[in-house]
């Protein structure tokens, strides 16, 4: 049976930044909203698709921002672990409000207003899959597949192994899987442009300096992949994600020893990268603007970089603290912009529990703190 619950939202002042924050989760299970590069968004922005373990079973939820109202949109019985928690790798299609997820071996898509799920696709035995993206359009899904490593351990560990790696295109509508790329390299992060259904970025996972090339462009009309912003000797990148005009995309990493923030467009030109001080941790963003970062579980605090005129970001302003431990996949933090670019979607388990968090940007964003002055990281 599919329930509904009342409002359980919380809103209150941050202590050290002022910024307005709403926790829209309060039931003593967990709740997160999906990876960061995984749009969660759907009717104009107004609601969101989310994971939650309430009921001892990990399942979708739809949440409305504006009345707080939640509505369980899946009913699958309790999983092993490990695997129920993958639905927090599903994909929302804002324009047809569906979502595509994996739960065990099966490929599923959610119609969210019909509550019905269909499965699409069925992975082979011995092999595992990596995150869902759905194409512009919403015709077709994405994601990648790739042999199990016996005894592997890490992700270093599957990369050393080399498995047999699969990207997969399948249709929407359940008329068909087909392969657009295989390599014995593991690739994973798949990532689809939210503008053209011909466009998408792959990683080869592992540790970012242990891999031999980290991001990748495919347009799936040549079929054939190309790096993207080829590292120099001391330098390391990854968490890539696409900015919202589906050209460019952005990434944080390393340079002997300093932190960056770049992005490039998809046919390799206009790389651009900004070193600076204090810690990313995941970032997104709709453009080079402004971007979102949480600093991982040493920084504490959502955090905020401007890009100034001529070209270098200002230090991070501090937008709300975090406090989050960071012990799972779907307890980082992982914050998203929402489609207006007015709030940040966070996850934090500060209660001792995962849940879902909005902090609206101030009109004025030179009100916040400088992060430097609350934190050291």
């Known amino acids: 049976m599919l329930l509904h619950y009342a409002p359980e939202r919380e809103t209150y002042t941050d202590r050290e930044t002022g910024a307005v924050v709403t926790r829209y989760t309060g039931l003593r299970t967990n709740s997160s909203h999906l990876y960061f590069t995984n749009n969660s968004f759907y009717d104009n922005g107004r609601r969101i698709v989310f994971i939650s373990d309430r009921g001892n079973a990990v399942n979708y939820f739809s949440l409305d921002l504006e009345s707080g109202e939640i509505e369980q949109l899946t009913d699958f019985p309790a999983a092993p672990y490990g695997h129920d928690e993958k639905l927090f790798e599903g994909f929302t299609d804002a324009e047809s409000a569906s979502c595509a997820f994996f739960m065990g071996r099966t490929l599923y898509r959610l119609d969210v207003a019909a509550r019905r799920v269909e499965p699409l696709y069925e992975m082979p035995e011995g092999f595992v899959h990596h995150i869902v993206s759905v194409a512009a359009g919403g015709k077709h899904i994405l994601t990648s597949v790739n042999e199990v ?38 690739v994973a992060h798949v990532n689809a442009s939210p503008t053209d259904p011909n466009l998408l970025t792959f990683c080869h996972e592992g540790g970012w300096n242990v891999v031999d090339h980290r991001l990748w462009a495919l347009d799936l009309r040549t079929g054939v992949p190309r790096k993207l912003h080829p590292c120099e000797k001391g330098e390391s990148i990854g968490h890539e994600y696409w900015y919202a005009d589906g050209k460019r995309v952005g990434y944080h990493g390393a340079r002997n020893g300093a932190f960056q923030l770049g992005h490039v467009d998809f046919d390799g030109t206009n790389d651009v990268s900004a070193a600076f001080p204090f810690r990313t941790g995941h970032i997104f963003s709709q453009d080079e603007r402004l971007i979102v970062g949480d600093g991982s579980r040493e920084g504490r605090y959502v955090r905020l970089w401007r890009l100034l005129p001529g070209g270098t970001y200002e230090p991070p302003r501090a937008l709300c603290l975090h406090d989050c431990s960071f012990k799972t996949q779907s307890s980082h933090v992982h914050p998203r912009l929402t489609p207006d670019g007015r709030a940040v979607l966070y996850t934090s388990d500060a209660t001792g529990y995962n849940q879902v968090y909005l902090v609206r940007l101030p009109e004025d964003l030179t009100s916040l703190p400088m992060l430097d002055t609350v934190s050291k990281y």
């Not at 270093?156 to 790696?165: E, F, I, N, R, V």
């Open 149 to 186: 490593i016996p005894g592997a351990q890490t992700l270093t560990d599957t990369y050393l192994g080399h498995p047999l790696s699969r990207i997969l295109r399948v249709a929407a509508d359940g008329s068909g899987t087909e392969v657009v790329w295989e390599e014995n390299n593991y």
